[in-house]
């Protein structure tokens, strides 16, 4: 599968932007999708997890209550929505996409995942 992000951009503190990732291929809903953030000079972090069917969300605790991940099987899309956003959101933004058994796993660590798509740039100015 194939993954393309966009949707980043400069946005003043606690604007807000929603990320987008479409999937290439027939098989996306056989994927549980994450969103990864690396600020320079960091490891990739996860952001965000959703189950295959959506019905399950994992948030880092920092952006609990401010980001929401979704997806659209039929469109073969996964969104970040980020409101309030801070100044330390600031980074490059990954969607990726792992094997999932189940519509009830969630995926959480870099390394469990097999496809990533282009970093997409967030810049919050304070």
């Known amino acids: 599968v194939q993954l393309q992000a966009s949707g980043g951009g400069l946005v003043q503190a606690g604007g807000s932007l929603r990320l987008s990732c479409a999937a290439s291929g027939r098989t996306f809903s056989s994927y549980s999708m994450g969103w990864f953030r690396q600020a320079p000079g960091k490891e990739r972090e996860i952001v965000a997890t959703?189950?295959?069917?959506?019905?399950?969300?994992y948030y880092t605790d920092s952006v609990k209550g401010r980001f929401t991940i979704s997806r659209d099987n039929a469109k073969n899309t996964v969104y970040l929505q980020m409101n309030s956003l801070k100044p330390e959101d600031t980074a490059a933004y990954f969607c990726?996409?792992?094997?999932?058994?189940?519509?009830?796993?969630?995926?959480?660590?870099?390394?469990?995942?097999?496809?990533w798509g282009q970093g997409t740039q967030v810049t919050v100015s304070s």
């Open positions: 959703v189950s295959r069917n959506g019905a399950i969300t």
């Open positions: 990726a996409a792992a094997n999932a058994d189940s519509d009830y796993i969630l995926v959480y660590k870099v390394s469990q995942y097999n496809y």
